[in-house]
């Protein structure tokens, strides 16, 4: 807890002093996009760290240490572990209110040509949801896709509802679209099957008294043309299906696909509270015992220490 603290109030002398160090990669993306100076970006990271100092880290912390001592009781009390729960949801509601208190003062920090490229990043968060939908069925480029083992699992078997509402898909739209989904998955679980068995036979080699660079490199790089093969068969999906909307319905895709571009930039637009952060629910991880509970938004503002 004292580390915590003890971290919170460095980061706050350091953003509050004449000289802030700040890595070169670190906001690189929304400073690029706005075009943020130095000092801009230094006044910005001031007043975020201001607001750190009074994240409720510490008692969250305790709260869960709480909730699993309880929890590992012979008879654990449900009404104590729910009033903590609630505790925690609460101080999370209360982070999130501050941190969206500080965006007008962040605003005045911007320029008006700046202020004006925020509205865009505002409705990330509200179109993610619709992101993420399409991604499942590979409307859209997937984020991260440079996989090396299995090609991600299909979350889906149709197309999810609220994407089909969306675009208002026709019903001979969705069932052109789902023969060209299963076609796509068929051709997809037959290289997943190679691809395990390639990593079997990498498996093998590398329990060899003396593996083989040569047979390594071959596995890999059969790995390698396997993704690519996969990537090829979805950017071919995307287009047959984009040819199977109008006008409309293809611009309310180039609208999720601009998100998809943009959330980079909206994420680190949030952490700097340029944008108001959107109150989710706590988020839940498995720990001994218990479920453990931090706050979140739509992204993540700061890592627990």
């Known amino acids: 807890m004292t580390f915590r603290r003890a971290v919170a109030g ?31 970006l230094n006044r910005l990271l001031s007043n975020v760290f201001r607001t750190l100092l009074d994240r409720p880290i510490s008692r969250i912390a305790d709260l869960n240490e709480e909730i699993a001592a309880e929890t590992r009781q012979p008879q654990p009390d449900a009404a104590a572990i729910g009033i903590r729960y609630e505790q925690i949801e609460t101080l999370c509601r209360e982070e999130a209110s ?6 007008p003062e962040q605003m005045r920090i911007l320029t008006e040509a700046q202020r004006a490229l925020i509205p865009e990043l505002e409705g990330v968060p509200r179109l993610l949801p619709l992101v993420s939908s399409a991604e499942s069925v590979y409307l859209i480029p997937r ?8 090609p991600p699992s299909m979350p889906v078997n149709d197309i999810p509802a ?33 691809v395990e068995e390639v990593h079997r ?56 696909e601009r998100s998809n571009e943009l959330l980079g930039i909206a994420s680190e637009a949030e952490e700097l509270a340029l944008i108001a952060a959107r109150h989710t629910p706590a988020s839940a991880s498995p720990q001994a015992g ?11 503002p700061f890592p627990e220490f």
Not at 143 to 150: D, G, V
């Open 143 to 150: 984020r991260n896709n440079r996989w090396f083992l299995l």
């Open 201 to 256: 036979e990498i498996e093998q080699e590398f329990a060899r008294p003396a593996p083989s660079s040569a047979e390594l490199g071959a596995r890999y790089f059969e790995l390698e043309a396997q993704r690519r093969q996969i990537e090829e068969r979805e950017t071919g999906l995307r287009q047959e299906v984009r040819a199977m909307l109008d006008a409309a319905q293809r611009t309310r895709l180039g609208a999720l």
């Open 98 to 103: 501050t941190r969206r208190g500080i965006v």
């Open 162 to 194: 609220d994407l089909a509402v969306y675009l208002a898909l026709t019903g001979a739209q969705l069932e052109e679209f789902r023969q060209a989904l299963r076609s796509h998955l068929s051709f997809v679980a037959s290289r997943q099957a190679r």
């Open 10 to 40: 460095l980061l706050f002398a350091a953003a509050c002093s004449a000289q802030v160090v700040i890595p070169s990669t670190r906001y690189a993306v929304i400073s690029g996009y706005l075009g943020l100076s130095s000092d801009q």
């Open 290 to 300: 218990s479920i453990r509970r931090v706050c979140t938004g739509i992204f993540p």
